[in-house]
């Protein structure tokens, strides 16, 4: 079937989460990728546990719970504008270098992000990014109150663009969620940014192991859970040739 849609999860794929790094650190002189990285584990792992739990909150509360864990796990005390400060870069991520561009190159495809985000965070994400001129759908998983990578968060997809699983692509850097959306019937495009020889590299090159690095053994490689995404890229700007 051919590609009539091209739908994009948002952190992490048109967005970079590691963009929060520099907020934080002028925040938290000295704790700034520390807390970047456990801040992100905790925000996923919210998420699922949420869903599992059947105790549904949107992505804005499970963003502000995990910072309040972080920091506090940190012995980090603070006053409540520092971590307004912080939560507010979530609404302005930094988005991919060539992200415009390759969604430029997609159209006339219909585009969309689907995303664990709640809809008041994934408008001013995508207001502030310009992308509202490029994308034609911002699905949150909020209007099934649960999160990727529930299937029912995946059926958002069909209900709102009017597409067939196998007239879809979907495409996500997030290894779970490229699970996730094959075991649902999508098309699936990995973006795949970090390499295993980058990581090896990056783990014999120091004698300790920075938390980025471990950040990124946990989350960045292709999960062990019997999917395998249809196309392997390694950035945005490769999408238009297999789309």
């Known amino acids: 079937m051919p590609t009539k849609a091209v739908v994009f999860d948002a952190y992490g794929t048109l967005y970079d989460i590691q963009s929060v790094a520099e907020i934080t650190e002028e925040a938290f002189p000295g704790y700034g990728e520390i807390i970047t990285q456990v801040w992100r ?3 996923l792992e919210y998420s699922w546990l949420r869903s599992l739990m059947r105790r549904y909150q949107d992505f804005a509360a499970v963003t502000r719970d995990s910072l309040a864990y ?3 796990v940190l012995g980090l005390d603070y006053q409540s504008e520092a971590f307004e400060r912080v939560i507010a870069k979530y609404l302005d991520l930094d988005p991919y270098p060539d992200a415009a561009d390759a969604l430029a190159a997609l159209k006339p495809r219909k585009l ?3 995303s664990n985000g709640s809809p008041d965070m994934l408008n001013a994400l995508v207001r502030n990014s310009g992308f509202d001129r ?3 759908a911002t699905i949150s998983v909020d209007a099934k109150k649960i999160f990727k990578p529930s299937p029912q968060a995946y059926e958002l997809i069909g209900e709102a663009l009017g597409t067939g699983p196998d007239e879809v692509l979907f495409v996500s850097s997030n290894p779970w969620d ?3 959306a ?3 019937g999508l098309n699936v495009a990995w973006i795949e940014r970090v390499t295993p020889e980058a990581m090896a590299l990056a783990c014999v090159e ?3 192991v920075a938390p980025l690095t471990m950040f990124k053994a946990i989350r960045t490689q292709m999960d062990e859970l019997g999917f395998a995404p249809d196309h392997r890229v390694h950035a945005l700007s490769e999408l238009p040739g297999i789309a």
Request: charge should be positive.
């Open 134 to 136: 490029l994308l034609d």
């Open 206 to 208: 120091n004698e300790l």
């Open 182 to 184: 094959k075991a649902f």
């Open 70 to 72: 972080t920091l506090r």
């Open 178 to 180: 490229v699970a996730g």
């Open 112 to 114: 969309a992000i689907l």
């Open 41 to 43: 584990i905790k925000q």
